[in-house]
T-cell receptor
Framework: DSGVTQTPKHLITATGQRVTLRCSPR?????VYWYQQSLDQGLQFLIQ???????AKGNILERFSAQQFPDLHSELNLSSLELGDSALYFC??????????????FGSGTQLSVL | QKEVEQDPGPLSVPEGAIVSLNCTYS??????FMWYRQYSRKGPELLMY????GNKEDGRFTAQVDKSSKYISLFIRDSQPSDSATYLC??????????FGTGTSLTVIP
């Protein structure tokens, strides 16, 4: 068990809908990362938050947004869902205290199916 | 060109074989190199990490980094069926940004 908790494990929804994925990082970890994993694209970095602030942005669509709350948990919001958004969404956390050798710990993921 | 290139496989080997998994990269700013193992429908778990050229050994696993060639490898000795998984290489630059390979699927046949 990595200590990173993601809910829900599975989500089935229809095109055009909006969903929220939740992540609780490991105790003491300040950074949260969101990744999308599909069979043909591998792990794609979406966005990173550090202590409540957005730190880095990857290939995140405008229909997607995220935030990190004061208790450090994070939510990824996906709206106007399309069939192509079906994927595994992972959250990862790291301590990120200016160490050059950070370790990323991943949650078990949320499997999103858009029908 | 992708920042990190990894042969997706799939790779299938008999139990007890030595497995070699490889990644190449193009960005010389990468200073920190990792290997993650991902079982089906699970999150990636950190297997090994290293930040210098050369070899690092941990049990049956050896991580090798050649910064001059921008090439990293993971060797698995005496492979076991429980090693069957997807292996992802990952690298971090000085800005603490992570880049992942697409993963190599490995099956170890009993």
């Amino acid at each position: 068990d990595s200590g990173v908790t993601q809910t829900p494990k599975h989500l089935i929804t229809a095109t055009g809908q909006r969903v929220t994925l939740r992540c609780s990082p490991r105790s003491g970890d300040l950074s949260v990362y969101w990744y999308q994993q599909s069979l043909d694209q591998g792990l794609q970095f979406l966005i990173q938050y550090y202590n409540g602030e957005e730190r880095a942005k990857g290939n995140i669509l405008e229909r997607f947004s995220a935030q990190q709350f004061p208790d450090l948990h994070s939510e990824l919001n996906l709206s106007s869902l399309e069939l192509g958004d079906s994927a595994l969404y992972f959250c990862a956390s790291s301590v990120d205290r200016d160490s050059p050798y950070e370790k990323l710990f991943f949650g078990s993921g949320t499997q999103l199916s858009v029908l | 060109q992708k920042e990190v290139e990894q042969d997706p496989g799939p790779l299938s080997v008999p139990e007890g074989a030595i497995v070699s998994l490889n990644c190449t990269y193009s960005n010389s700013a990468f200073q920190y190199f990792m290997w993650y193992r991902q079982y089906s429908r699970k999150g990636p778990e950190l297997l090994m990490y290293t930040y210098s050229s050369g070899n690092k050994e941990d049990g049956r696993f050896t991580a090798q980094v050649d910064k001059s060639s921008k090439y990293i490898s993971l060797f698995i000795r005496d492979s076991q069926p429980s090693d069957s998984a997807t292996y992802l290489c990952a690298m971090m630059n000085t800005g603490n940004q992570f880049y992942f390979g697409t993963g190599t699927s490995l099956t170890v046949i009993p």
